[in-house]
Every structure is written in C-alpha cells, then in structure tokens.
C-alpha cells in the first residue's frame, strides 16, 4: 500500500513538471507559427531564410515587402503579445494575492481608465504616438496614485478602503474618457478614440518592445523571486507580520510594481481586459495557488492567451477585430464555469 501511495506521488510529481514544461513552451511554439500565418501567408522556408539573413547574408530570395512583413510587423506584435499578455497575467495573480480576493484585476485601483483618458485627450489634441503612449503612462500612474492617496486620507489601511477608493477613480476617469468622446469629432476623433480603447497591437512597434522590457521584464522578476512571500498574504495582514513580514511596505511594492506592468501594456495597446482576471484562475486549476509556481506559469499562459487571441484578431476576418472584443467573448464563459466550481480554491 505504502509503495503504490509513493508511485502515485512519483507520478503526481511527473505529470505536473511535464504539464509546466508544456505550458513555459506554449507561447513559443505559438510565436512561432504566428511568423508563417496572416493576410500575407509567407511559407516557412522563406521565413526562416528572412530571420537568418542578418547574420548569414544568404543570396536574396525573398522581396523587401516579406523582410517588411516579418521584421516590422509580425515580430512586434509577437513580443508585444508576449510581454503584454504575461504581464497583465503576472499583475492579476499579484493583486489576486494582495486582495485575497477572487475577482479583482489589474484595473482595480483604476490604472486602466486613468490610461484610457490619458490616450483619449491626447488623440482629442492630435498628438502624436509617442505622446499618446506617454499620456496614457503617465494618467494611468496618476490614477493609481489618487487611490493610494484618497485611502491614506481616511486614514484606512484596510485593503477596503483601498479597493473603494480605486472604484472612485476608476469611475472619474470613465466619465472623463466618456466626456472626452463626447467633445471629440464624430467623424475622426472619435471612431480613434473607440478604436485605441478596445485594445489592439496593431500599432506596436520595436521601440515600444524595448520600453516594455524595461517596465515589464524586471516587474515580472520581482513578482517571481518575491511569489513565496504572497503566500503569506493569504493568512491576513496581522498573522503576515507576526510571521515577520512588513505588510504594509511589501503591499505599496507589489502594488507599484503591478501598475507599472499594466500601465505601460496599456499604454502601448489599449485596454485589454479578463487577462489579468482570467488567467491567474486557470493558473491556481492547473498548478495550485502556491504563488512561487503559480506567477511564473500565469506569465507564459497569459502569454500564450494573448499570441493566440491576436492571431484570431487578425486572421479571422479581412478587417482587423479589436482584441478587447475577443478577450472578452473567451473570458465572460470562462470565468462563468470558474465561478460554477465550487471546488476550486484561489489561496
């Protein structure tokens, strides 16, 4: 008995490295086959002849419209999908933690409205890209920001107030977004303002790509090496630190690390919403709610989510559909089985 209880385990153990190996494979084998599929279909030879050129010089069998196709579009979008996708997975699974909370996302303390206005004004205004980017960055932190401060003034240090006090600034910012649209110019403002909000990664360049790095890669690190530690959130604020952990230092980190993440894949996209809120679900029913393990494998699923979703955006008809859109017709069933299994815990 004794002996076919440890084979059990021994298998137990197996079969959850393998199913982690093939989720941390996932988003790469999607990468890859989203380099050959598109409006413009390019087989793989021809693909991988592009990709080495740089650095082998082969003789010239492809035009510069192919090398176009593959280096300015498809491989930032890939990256983009890759980093965005993860690290909106990684910031829910954090703020899942933090909040003890099942149902909160990313955008609970208002990041993503706070970026939508930002972007909004600045198309109103017709600023360019960068701008349009850097206002969203910037209006999303600032959200955040009057969250944290507007909880501090009612001198609460509950994750409530601080929750209430996020829903307040959620709710201004989408009032001004929705002023914004309604001042804005029907036939040109407008359908851009719609369009930026329901989330795309159509415009998404390399220097966007290498920003992401820095505001993403290093977040999602932390997130990481720090996972243990969530665990001990799950316990409430007063036995965390009667076990020696300084809550309320760790709490702003985590909570400045995570806006970082979403601000910025907002910024550079749009609003894309039920990653954050989906994904870490998925996590905790494929790997438990041991944050050490469930934040890294949250990261490559999120990642895969996203690389899949987007070539379903711009595969599926001539005309490009906004990921927001599609993110959300996954996500609300999904979630609605979630909340039908009682069996699945989150802490």
């Not at 080495?52 to 510069?64: A, G, I, M, N, Q």
């Not at 703020?95 to 004004?121: H, T």
């Not at 994750?159 to 977004?177: A, D, P, Q, R």
């Amino acid at each position: 008995m004794v002996m076919e209880l440890m084979r059990f385990e021994g298998m137990n153990k197996y079969g959850l490295t393998a199913g982690i190996a093939c989720i941390i494979l996932s988003p790469f084998i999607l990468s890859l086959v989203s380099l050959f599929i598109g409006q413009y279909t390019l087989d793989p030879a021809t693909v991988f002849t592009i990709l080495l050129s740089p650095v082998f010089h082969p003789d010239s069998t492809w035009t510069e419209a192919q090398a176009n196709v593959i280096f300015n579009i498809r491989i930032p979008r890939i990256l983009g999908a890759f980093l965005i996708g993860g690290g909106l997975s990684v910031a829910g699974a954090v703020y899942q933690s933090l909040f003890r909370n099942p149902m909160v996302s990313p955008d609970i303390l208002g990041v993503s409205s706070g970026a939508g206005f930002g972007a909004a004004i600045a198309i109103l205004f017709s600023l360019p890209l960068l701008l349009i980017e850097a206002s969203a960055f910037f209006f999303g932190l600032l959200s955040v920001g009057f969250a944290i401060t507007l909880s501090r003034i009612y001198k609460g240090e509950s994750i409530l107030v601080l929750v209430l006090s996020g829903i307040i600034m959620s709710s201004l910012f989408t009032s001004l977004i929705s002023l914004v649209k309604f001042v804005a110019d029907p036939t040109s403002k407008l359908p851009a303002i719609t369009y930026w909000l329901m989330g795309s990664l159509s415009a998404v360049t390399m220097p966007d790509i290498l920003l992401a790095g820095v505001f993403i890669i290093p977040g999602v690190a932390y997130c990481i090496l720090i996972g243990w530690r969530l665990n001990v959130f799950s316990l409430g604020d007063e036995e965390a630190g009667a076990l020696g952990v300084d809550t309320r230092r760790m709490k702003y980190i985590l909570i400045l690390i995570s806006t970082m993440i979403t601000a910025y894949s907002v910024c550079i996209c749009g609003i894309i919403g039920w990653i954050g809120l989906v994904i870490p679900h998925l996590g905790r029913m494929l790997v438990g709610p041991d944050n050490a393990c469930l934040i890294p494998v949250s990261f490559f699923l999120g990642a895969a989510y996203l690389i899949l979703i987007d070539n379903i955006a711009r595969n599926a008809t001539t005309a490009e559909i906004p990921l927001g859109i599609l993110t959300a017709i996954v996500g609300v069933p999904f979630f609605a089985y979630i909340m039908a299994r009682r069996d699945v815990g989150w802490t």
